[in-house]
């Protein structure tokens, strides 16, 4: 199956002469002065432009293309690419220097709808395309202006080009009695000049000119070729493409030729014919190009592209200007010396289209979302910038958040500087080195000394040294996500008893410890291999659990080890001598999933195969919640840096999942391409469930090649795409909300805080930088890192002038239910720093001692005897909300009567329920004290050290004691 845009491009008129000026009325001045005020975009490490609200840009946009771009085409000269973008019922032209990829603006985005290839004309000042309603627009380059011609007749057109003289052009289409026309019409005027006859009954594939424009081709699926005199519009001659030979005869086992793609020599005398070969013996298709002479149809050469079994595809074949060269692309780009029949270069370049430039020495190649120039003599890049033409579905940040480190599908890893965007250093050799390998998770210690890339497709897992850029370590086996498949395949027991077998060995678990020395592995066989990093070499392996390692965690003074294993086991292991301190068992009954310890190892989560949620205390292993939180499955389970928050993702139909995996399993598309995903988080602490987002996993807007490989993922339990990820505080969530929209939530409210990059393509994963001041969002071979925080730094007051926001405005929008308002005021403190603790200070105080006494007293209510005295404390306590549940939960424990614990246990149930409503006081306390952590200052931690000390039930003491913990554990590293 083959994919790209190969199927809208054409032959394309190359020749002389630079482009000029260009906007859409008239040209652009030479130089544009901004206006007073408007402040200056900011600007990515190679000087382009960023979104608004991105603060950097890992990577580049230079040689890209955008998402709806359908056709391009290369200047005479060679130093211009126009790009054909569709959008909904108009197209835009944009305009690339193919020398540095920098974007130089678009034609104009209010022009018809366009069909087909661009073309130049042959001096370079005028752009031709045919739009939709078969008229002709013409683009005068150098007055900035343009002109459409009308089309001559109701005729719906597939297909245009222009010969190499833009005098004349071609039009194959559709009447609206389905009957298939191609046409010859005069650019100036528009005027028929001839029809071309006999393909009422045929499939016309993409068709050409020769040089001086008489002489037209066109192949049909069948094996045959056309070529057509353009002045009588008849049928020169066909060319038969003879079946390939075996020992002297025609092969028997080819079951069928189809010519996917023809070109024409500049000399009209040899047609390239691009064949794929059908056989009944072998799974696989083979490619080859057959040459033809125009006269007398015999075979002058055959090119083969690749043998069998080769995983090589093409899309489209040229000539080079003096016919000596032929140029396929496709999964590669091939170049060939038709006189020797001599391969001259095969580069690794994904083409889905590729042209020379008119003087023969540079080649346009797109490929996916990429335009690249290469030298026509050796296939390498002209440009040397590093453009990374992979797709990035893997990111971290360092534990300073200074660092962003990156992994895509070209099997290397790369670290970036988080401020500039600049890249520090690539892990690993050349991008070529890593063909057919991806980087698919990664894991960053706590240092950010080491990275851990785990390779799904070819199940290995490696540990890079970032400061040596060296591996040392290298695990060949099966990823982490290969304990997921028998669950899938649970309905063939022979192939999941296969696939246990071959995953012996393999990689299901990782975990650092907090000083960087150990790294643990756990492994699909049970067991436990322990790596020393400062010494190299495996510490110890402890085989320990049936069926595979779920999960590890290290105590924080890396003395313990903690594991949970599919038998549904929680295992300590000391690590000075490998020996296990306990063992608990929790066996449920039901498959394991996905497994998680928080970072301080106090929590185990899990989720299982029908969607329960379970929650462990791994100190004492009391089962803190069990729920039903999916009707499906599990995507995603993680917990904040902190461990107050755990964020959760599943899917909640499982029907259409079952049969979109049915499909997949039978070679077939998915047939479902939305499925409902649902967003949780929960609190650990109380046991119950905080937030809720629903959504739609949308599939449509991905080729249908990123579908299935999305699903895969998905059918192997992968964490991949991670469309959702929770901040270090447990206080913000981001998820993908649509065709590239960023979209970052306030788990307090519900509500939404700010949307990034609407126009962008999907988030493949999201992560959070250490302070949650930072969300980076991989979207395609580039990296944003944008601003949770909006700025407002400037105020207007009642009088006009401009200033500082007033401390006291800011103080009123804390309490407000609107989320972006809100966050708006947290960043405006951010500007006062110290000022702005002290004028919070003298607002907040620490929670009274007299609070725990009420509560013992209206919790000592619930069992009085008079029904009005248990009601009304039973509201008073529903009051309080999440501060009074410790204390339920010890009375609950103690014993009481049955009235009083039947009231405790609808207490409890009532605090956690989702979506607690808070009071705007409340939300005031919980967002200044969050105000105050982000300054961190020493006076802003004195204060979260006296509001600290305040009762242990209140919320400002909690939350107090919380962002005290985060700031000393960040001022530690």
């Known amino acids: 199956m083959r994919y790209g845009y190969s199927q809208y491009v054409g032959p394309v008129a190359v020749l002389l002469l630079p482009l000029l000026a260009f906007s859409q009325d008239k040209p652009l001045p030479k130089k544009q002065t901004p ?40 200047s005479p000269d060679g130093r211009r690419v126009a790009v054909r973008c569709d959008r909904e019922s108009r197209s835009a032209i944009l305009m690339i220097d193919s020398d540095t990829g920098k974007h130089l603006g678009y034609l104009g985005d209010t022009l018809p709808n366009l069909i087909g290839l661009p073309a130049f004309s042959p001096d370079g000042k005028t752009l031709a395309s045919l739009t939709r309603s078969n008229g002709i627009l013409l683009w005068d380059l150098v007055a900035g202006k343009s002109r459409e011609v009308p089309g001559d007749t109701v005729f719906d057109p597939h297909w245009a080009v222009f010969s190499s003289d833009l005098k004349k052009l071609a039009v194959l289409g559709v009447t609206p009695d389905q009957e298939s026309k191609l046409v010859l019409r005069d650019v100036d005027s528009g005027e028929r000049l001839v029809e071309f006859a006999g393909h009422v009954e045929d499939a016309m594939y993409p068709f050409g000119y020769s040089e001086d424009g008489n002489v037209l081709i066109s192949a049909s699926d069948e094996a045959f070729i056309r070529i057509w005199n353009t002045e009588t519009g008849k049928e020169r001659r066909r060319l038969i493409v003879p079946r390939p030979l075996k020992e002297g005869k025609p092969d028997p086992n080819v079951t069928a030729l189809s010519v996917w793609r023809v070109a024409l020599s500049p000399d009209g005398k040899t047609v390239a014919a691009l064949v794929y070969v059908h056989r009944d013996d072998t799974e696989f298709t083979t490619i080859h190009v057959v040459l033809l002479d125009v006269v007398s149809g015999q075979v002058v050469r055959t090119l083969h592209s690749g043998g069998e079994g080769e995983s090589l595809y093409f899309d489209w074949v040229t000539f080079s200007p003096d016919g000596t060269r032929l140029l396929m692309s496709g999964s590669h780009i091939c170049s060939w010396d038709i006189r020797t029949g001599k391969r001259i270069f095969q580069a690794h370049q994904k083409g889905d289209y590729a042209v020379y430039s008119r003087d023969g020495k540079r080649i346009l190649v797109t490929g996916g979302f990429l335009a690249h120039l290469l030298d026509a003599s050796t296939g390498k890049r002209v440009s040397d910038m590093d453009v990374l033409d992979h797709w990035v579905v893997a990111l971290a940040f360092t534990s300073d958040g200074r660092k962003v480190v990156t992994g895509g599908w070209d099997g290397t890893v790369r670290v970036w500087d988080a401020a500039t965007g600049r890249q520090l250093r690539r892990l690993g050799k050349s991008p070529e080195s890593h063909r057919g390998e991806s980087v698919d998770h990664l894991h960053v210690s706590p240092s950010g000394r080491y990275v851990v890339a785990v390779d799904e497709e070819n199940r290995r897992t490696r540990v890079w040294d970032c400061e040596k850029a060296d591996a040392v370590l290298d695990v060949q086996g099966v990823p982490l996500t290969a304990r997921y498949e028998s669950y899938w395949e649970r309905e063939d027991s022979e192939k999941a008893e296969k696939e246990k077998e071959s995953h012996r ?18 492994a699909n066989d049970g067991t436990i291999r322990l790596w020393n990093l400062r010494f190299g070499g495996p510490e110890s392996s402890l085989p320990l659990h049936k069926g595979g390692v779920a999960a590890l965690s290290f105590s924080e003074d890396a003395e313990r080890l903690y594991s949970w294993g599919l038998d549904w086991t929680l295992r300590e292991i000391d690590i000075s001598t490998s020996r296990e301190i306990r063992s608990i068992e929790m066996h449920k009954g039901e498959e394991v999933i996905l497994g998680q310890f928080s970072l301080d190892s106090r929590w185990l989560a899990c989720g299982d195969s029908t969607g329960r949620l379970h929650l462990w205390e791994v100190a004492t292993g009391e089962e803190r919640l069990e729920t039903k939180a999916y009707d499906s499955r599990f995507s995603l389970l993680r917990f904040s840096a902190d461990g107050r928050r755990l964020l959760t993702r599943g899917t909640m139909n499982a029907k259409r999942v079952r049969e979109n995996f ?284 006296r509001l600290a000390r305040g009762h242990h039930l209140a919320r400002r003491t909690r939350e107090a004691k919380a962002a005290l913990k985060r700031l000393e554990s960040r001022s530690s590293k």
């Not at 200056?40 to 190679?46: E, S, V």
């Not at 469930?689 to 959504?695: D, I, P, S």
């Not at 409890?908 to 105050?932: C, G, H, N, W, Y």
Request: charged share 30%; aromatic share 8%.
């Open 505 to 522: 060995e393999g990689v299901s678990a990782i975990a650092f410890s907090r000083d960087d020395r150990y790294l643990a592995l756990g």
């Open 35 to 74: 206006k007073e005020n408007t402040p200056k975009p900011r600007l990515d490490f190679y000087g382009d432009p960023l979104p608004e609200g991105a603060e950097a840009r890992m990577g580049t946009v230079r040689y890209r293309l955008p998402d709806d771009a359908m056709a391009v085409a290369l």
């Open 662 to 945: 049915q499909a997949l399993r039978e070679g077939r598309p998915p047939p479902h391409m939305e499925i409902d995903v649902l967003c949780k988080v929960w609190d650990p602490e109380i046991g119950g469930e905080v937030l809720a987002l629903t959504g739609k996993n949308r599939g449509n807007n991905w080729s249908q090649e990123e579908v299935f490989r999305i699903l895969s993922w998905r059918q192997r339990g992968s964490l991949l795409p991670t469309v959702a990820t929770l901040s270090p505080d447990g206080r913000t969530v981001a998820t993908e909300g649509g065709p590239g929209a960023v979209r970052i939530w306030e788990v307090a409210t519900g509500k939404m805080i700010r949307s990034f990059g609407a126009d962008a393509t999907h988030a493949y994963t999201l992560a959070f930088s250490p302070r949650g001041e930072i969300v980076a969002a991989n979207s395609d071979n580039t990296t944003l890192l944008w601003r949770v925080f909006p700025r407002r730094s400037i105020q207007t007051s009642r009088d006009g002038s401009k200033g500082p926001p007033d401390l006291r405005d800011l103080w009123k929008d804390l309490a407000k239910g609107d989320a972006k308002r809100a966050y708006e005021a947290i960043g405006g403190f951010g500007d006062g720093k110290d000022r702005a603790v002290g004028f919070i200070e003298e607002r907040l105080r620490p929670a009274p001692i007299e609070i725990p006494d009420r509560l013992r007293v209206w919790i000592a209510n619930l069992d009085e005897e008079e029904y009005e005295v248990r009601e009304r404390a039973s509201e008073r306590i529903s009051r309080m909300g999440s501060a009074a549940l410790p204390a339920l939960r010890d009375a609950l424990a103690k014993g009481s009567t049955v009235e009083a614990r039947v009231r405790m246990k609808i207490l409890i149930d009532r605090i956690t329920l989702p979506f607690e409503e808070f009071p705007s006081e409340t939300l005031r306390t919980i967002r200044a004290i969050q105000t105050v952590e982000r300054i961190g200052t020493e006076k802003a931690k004195a204060f979260l050290g």
